[in-house]
Nanobody
Framework: QVQLVESGGGSVHSGGSLRLTCALS????????MAWFRQAPGKGREGVAG???????VYADSVKGRFTISLNNAKNTLYLQMNSLKSEDAAMYYC???????????????????WGPGTQVGVSS
């Protein structure tokens, strides 16, 4: 079992920055991959960025060049640095993890069994 807890959400003006953090605990003895997802009101959950412990990463087109995902394996902590935030980035952000095919980064919701409760990000123009 794996537990995830996100932090770092908040409200910023358009063009601002935030860094989200996700702490992973539990059974971390096996390899795992992690990702950030988001869900805006009235919309489905979408993958934002994914990463493996070997530092292979993947990004949604909408955030490429603005968001950076990173993983501190020693601390079992996942980060999402979000720069140049836009109003359309406002959403609940979720951290996700899974051990299956851990060497392949993914943005598919179905690829992840473990989810955090989420942290809210607001962006005002």
């Amino acid at each position: 079992q794996v537990q995830l807890v996100e932090s770092g959400g908040g409200s910023v003006h358009s063009g601002g920055s935030l860094r989200l953090t996700c702490a992973l605990s539990g059974d971390t003895s096996r390899g795992y991959r992690m990702a950030w997802f988001r869900q805006a009101p009235g919309k489905g959950r979408e993958g934002v960025a994914g990463i493996t412990q070997e530092d292979n990463s993947v990004y949604a087109d909408s955030v490429k060049g603005r968001f950076t995902i990173s993983l501190n394996n020693a601390k079992n902590t996942l980060y999402l640095q979000m720069n140049s935030l836009k109003s359309e980035d406002a959403a609940m952000y979720y951290c996700a993890a899974d051990q299956y095919l851990w060497w392949q980064p993914s943005l598919r919701e179905l690829d992840f069994r473990y989810w955090g409760p989420g942290t809210q990000v607001g962006v005002s123009s």
